[in-house]
């Protein structure tokens, strides 16, 4: 055969083949053809065309998502419409609307709005008003909020570099240091302290978002929790200082935690050992519970870094947790069997025993703490305390405390005086 014939064998062949490998050609099964493409591969790190490709094509899709959210002169006019269409009469101050006038405000508002006025969203806001409307006031804050959800689920997906839902720790950092200039509650901050403050914000995420530690949190689960509305709390100029104090992410908050960090370092090598940790709080944490935070947290020759102590304040400061009772119950499973027994009650209460001579009060008996425990959590087996088990008693922090820390031991014992002190505190104030 002539070379010619030859290639067009080996053409007619290759098309066969290529065909084939596609999942289309004769030797293809039927449904391939009526099965949609659910699978893309993503662009390996070579593949430098491709990645920036991707790259831009999220960006034109998060602009046109952008694009679609109503912008403040729409919001306006939408609350223009819904004052001008309230349905009388009215209740107390409250302006209200019915269903008839509530679709009337849907057609005039724009193809924007459209997704907002359903039977759905009405029937929902609807409660027990005897004409059977809903308040203008809260169907515009559902509208708000929606709209609010959708800005900031395209402004943290900016900073989704793999562009898979998530935000690893590096991403998260980079949002929070971009955020820092418009929240006016944080213009004090000295730039020197921003590296700290955003390893202080982005700790709480990743303790609560990410159990697993898997090093990515879900773009949905930082809308779903409450922090990213405690962070964005700090716009407010007039925020007051209770409200700061109890907020983690407001300077007062960060600068005492890396305060008491740097309290704590004595040495002033960056780092805390043992003995340093030992101070913490009221420094009545058991020497065999700092042990086991050394065993099982990750350390630098046997010392701790900040990040490390973030994870341990987050814990401790939050034993009501699921998140943080995680956290010490790992600590307190000292044979890693997945459930604490008598022996590994046994094993952190002696400690508090040995506390409670070296300060001369009496000891008291394991077996009475022991029955108060399992009485308190009410374990599906008898004989052993699972994670969930504390969880589902709501006296996590109670029985963690009593375990590992002296004072919180020490709360518990004498919780019926501290009340009828306190109940006592309050008649005097009462009587002046």
Known sequence: RSEQELKEEEMELFTQYYGQWKGGGAGGNPSYSNIPRFYYRLPAEDEVLLQKLREESRAVFLQRKSRELLDNEELQNLWFLLDKHQTSPMIGEEAMINYENF??????????????????????????????????????????????????????SLYDVAGQGYLRESDLENYILELI??????????????????????RKFFFFLDPLRTGKIKIQDILACSF???????????????????NWFSAPSALRVYGQYLNLDKDHNGMLSKEELSRYGTGTLTNIFLDRVFQECLTYDGEMDYKTYLDFVLALENRKEPAALQYIFKLLDIENKGYLNVFSLNYFFRAIQEQMKIHG??????????DEIFDMVKPKDPYKISLQDLINSSQGDTVTSILIDLNGFWTYENREVLVASDNDSTADVDDT
């Open 181 to 202: 200039p418009t929240l006016p509650q944080l213009d004090g901050l000295e730039k020197s302290f921003y590296s700290f403050y955003v390893c202080t914000a982005v």
């Open 103 to 156: 679709l009337k405000v849907g057609e005039k508002a724009g193809p924007k709005c459209k997704q907002f006025f359903t039977a759905k969203i009405f029937a929902k806001l609807l409660h027990n008003d005897p004409y059977g409307r809903i308040s203008i006031m809260q169907f515009f804050n559902y509208v708000m909020r929606k709209v609010w959800l959708h800005q900031t689920r395209i402004g943290l």
């Open 361 to 370: 009060q009496e000891p008291v008996s394991f077996q009475d703490v022991k």
């Open 228 to 246: 990213l509305d405690d962070l964005l709390e700090l716009r407010d100029e007039e925020l007051s200082k209770e409200s700061q104090e109890t």
